[in-house]
């Protein structure tokens, strides 16, 4: 009976974030087509709703073909990875004060940990190839990946200063009275630039130039282990963007009384940071690849770690009065 409820509840957890991948690429779509005046998805369904059904059909029922001179296991395993730790971050995901999968002490470094593990996914899929641009686009990835989440990790310290806890329940209570956005907006930009870059997105897709790499450390896969990747990077994109409103906008805060509608606000949220991501690749051109570890390593760094020792003295010196 155990074991069948946390079933259940994962794939409650599971099946809305699917859906909701789904309907992400959708809403991209008709966005950017808005955008650029054109039209988006509009033929398959109404208002070409059904369009992610079709798309997802159709990368299933194609031929999944392996390279010859590729290492098969790896080859296979890469996507799976890639995709299960995309899908590890939601475990500790609060969605309200009492509704949540698994609320740990850790949960912050649970995520923080999980999500860079993903580097180890698309490493393997880049040597795994046996393809020269699959491996190029591959090493790109790990560094900037690995790159941008230095500078998350000391933004990160920042709140865990003020907060004393890695508990995302006891982080949204903190901000009960003040969003962390207010005082903390700086590294709220710098949270959003580094988020666009750790999930290889425009204008930082690097490990995916077209116009270089053809499609970078995916190049050589088709059919669902193409789905896997898509799916992972969107999954990404979707726990990143609620782990940015628990930091810095509240998370899911509204009256204690009203605990139905707190899934609610926080979905509301989200997808004002989801909208973000959309709007930043129809706006902006790709980066170069010295650009973007400059933005890293000589802006980001520095001040991250200089707003790091700033918080720390004036907690310090806050506990020393009181």
């Known amino acids: 009976m155990f074991i069948f409820e946390i079933i259940l509840s994962f794939l409650a957890i599971v099946v809305p974030m699917l859906v909701a991948i789904a309907y992400l690429t959708l809403a991209e779509r008709k966005i950017m087509g808005s955008m650029q005046q054109r039209f988006g998805p509009n033929s398959v369904g109404f208002f070409g709703l059904l369009q992610p059904a079709a798309d997802g059909l159709k990368l299933l029922l194609k031929e999944s073909v392996i390279p010859a001179n590729s290492n098969t296991f790896s080859f296979i395993f890469a996507p799976i990875l890639t995709f299960f730790l995309s899908l590890l971050g939601w475990a500790i995901i609060p969605f309200s004060s009492i ?155 509204i009256n204690p009384n009203l605990v139905v509608f707190q899934p609610f606000i926080l979905g509301i949220k989200t997808s004002f940071i989801l909208f973000f991501f959309i709007w930043v690749r129809a706006s902006f051109p790709r980066y170069r690849v010295d650009q973007l570890m400059r933005l890293c390593w000589k802006i980001f760094l520095p001040f991250a770690f200089a707003f ?15």
């Open 99 to 253: 509704s949540f999968f698994a609320n740990i002490n850790l949960s912050l470094m649970f995520v923080f940990a999980s999500s860079s593990l993903g580097v180890y996914g698309v490493i393997l899929s880049g040597w795994s190839s046996n393809s020269k641009y699959a491996f190029f686009g591959a090493i790109r990835s790990a560094a900037q990946m690995v790159s941008y989440e230095v500078s998350i990790g000391l933004i990160l310290i920042s709140i865990l200063i003020c907060v004393s806890s890695l508990n995302f329940i006891d982080i949204i209570l903190f901000q009960h009275f003040v969003f962390f956005l207010i005082p903390f907006f700086p590294l709220f930009l710098m949270f959003l630039v580094s988020i666009l870059a750790e999930t290889n997105r425009a204008p930082f897709d690097l490990p995916e130039a077209e116009s270089e790499l053809v499609s970078g450390f995916n190049v050589e896969y088709a059919s669902m282990g193409f789905a896997l990747f898509f799916l992972a990077e969107y999954g990404s994109i979707i726990l990143m963007s609620v782990l940015t409103i628990i930091l810095f906008l509240g998370g899911w805060i």
């Open 308 to 322: 790091v020792l700033f918080n720390f003295s004036v907690v310090f010196c806050c506990n020393g009065f009181i």
